[in-house]
T-cell receptor, first 116, second 110 residues
Framework: DAGVIQSPRHEVTEMGQEVTLRCKPISGHNSLFWYRQTMMRGLELLIY????????DSGMPEDRFSAKMPNASFSTLKIQPSEPRDSAVYFCASSFPPLGAGNTIYFGEGSWLTVV | EDQVTQSPEALRLQEGESSSLNCSYTVSGLRGLFWYRQDPGKGPEFLFT???AGEEKEKERLKATLTKKESFLHITAPKPEDSATYLC???????????FGTGTSLTVIP
């Protein structure tokens, strides 16, 4: 089975540019999560979707960040405009069924973002 | 607020030298405690889920245990291929968030 697929794996961009990260969850999973990982703060949940609907976006740091899930097999995380402090690894993860009694989430390989 | 604290931050072991990693947590009603392994340049890989105090899970050289306040990941006779960062996460009843610790970086020296 294919796992969670993320693209691009690596992105280097200049400050002020728009960045779009993409995610394909595991087929049949209906919860999708975007995490950011840094050395200082570890893994932080940015937003999660259930059945394509955003449930909790309280972790989205600023209005510069936005996420969409137009269908069950695709999600995007967009940063516009990007800033050097956005440099981090962004992980997408998915889960099935909707989170209940400790359902496991499965991670993609991450998108490594560097903003210069 | 739900919190997870892992210790030590880093651990160096000789091959075959058993040890334990600690995950202390505070959560409003534990739904599950999760252990993940993360290799450099990779996403976290699921290892175990524990649901209630007293529960234990094993996989090869790893054994995870759970009490009401903490979990231990015991590593018996580790090998160099066990070198990785081990992450702990909890899920509580107040929402669907997974709260992650900052991990323990394990290095096993041949």
């Amino acid at each position: 089975d294919a796992g969670v697929i993320q693209s691009p794996r690596h992105e280097v961009t200049e400050m002020g540019q728009e960045v779009t990260l993409r995610c394909k969850p595991i087929s049949g999973h209906n919860s999708l999560f975007w995490y950011r990982q840094t050395m200082m703060r570890g893994l932080e949940l940015l937003i999660y979707f259930n059945n394509n609907v955003p449930i909790d976006d309280s972790g989205m740091p600023e209005d510069r960040f936005s996420a969409k899930m137009p269908n069950a097999s695709f999600s995007t995380l967009k940063i516009q405009p990007s800033e050097p402090r956005d440099s981090a690894v962004y992980f997408c993860a998915s889960s099935f069924p909707p989170l209940g009694a400790g359902n496991t989430i499965y991670f993609g390989e991450g998108s490594w973002l560097t903003v210069v | 607020e739900d919190q997870v604290t892992q210790s030590p931050e880093a651990l160096r072991l000789q091959e075959g030298e058993s040890s334990s990693l600690n995950c202390s947590y505070t959560v409003s009603g534990l739904r599950g405690l999760f252990w993940y392994r993360q290799d450099p340049g990779k996403g976290p890989e699921f290892l175990f889920t524990l649901y209630s105090a007293g529960e234990e899970k094993e996989k090869e050289r790893l054994k995870a245990t759970l009490t009401k306040k903490e979990s231990f990941l015991h590593i018996t006779a580790p090998k160099p291929e066990d070198s990785a960062t081990y992450l702990c996460a909890v899920q509580g009843n107040t929402g669907n968030q997974f709260y992650f610790g900052t991990g323990t970086s394990l290095t096993v020296i041949p």
